[in-house]
């Protein structure tokens, strides 16, 4: 496991954008796909997006799809998340993951790294 930083996170206005960044923090690593995950209070952690590091294919939650896009730069491990029209309900703590065992699918459990997370406040 490999820890990974987030940054980017901060206050905004609802329809306001924010850009997350995340990216391995010390020794390189070797993953299959990296994504975000969110946690609002009192909530349990969600799925957000993710996107392969092979083709660059991208998944998305419902909620995002649309409002939010997830990139990748191959040659630095980074994975960005560029949040549009964000909503006060998109406030939460976002979380990077990675993951390092093909399965095809991005489940929470079967993240191999984490982020500690960046708060992101949409204010009504």
């Known amino acids: 496991q490999v820890p990974l930083v987030e940054s980017g996170g901060g206050l905004e206005q609802a329809g306001g954008s924010l850009r997350l960044a995340c990216a391995p923090s010390?020794?390189?690593?070797?993953?299959?796909?990296m994504g975000w995950f969110r946690q609002a209070p009192g909530k349990e952690r969600e799925f957000v997006a993710a996107?392969?590091?092979?083709?660059?294919?991208?998944h998305y939650a419902d909620f995002a799809t649309g409002r939010f896009t997830i990139s990748r730069d191959n040659a630095k491990k980074r994975v960005f998340l560029q949040m549009n029209s964000l909503k006060p309900e998109d406030t939460a703590v976002y979380y990077c993951?990675?993951?390092?065992?093909?399965?095809?699918?991005?489940?929470?459990?079967?993240?191999?790294?984490w982020g500690k997370g960046t708060l992101v406040t949409v204010s009504s």
């Open positions: 010390g020794r390189t690593f070797s993953s299959w796909a």
């Open positions: 993951a990675a993951w390092t065992t093909y399965s095809g699918t991005y489940p929470l459990s079967g993240a191999d790294s």
């Open positions: 996107i392969r590091w092979i083709g660059g294919m991208t």
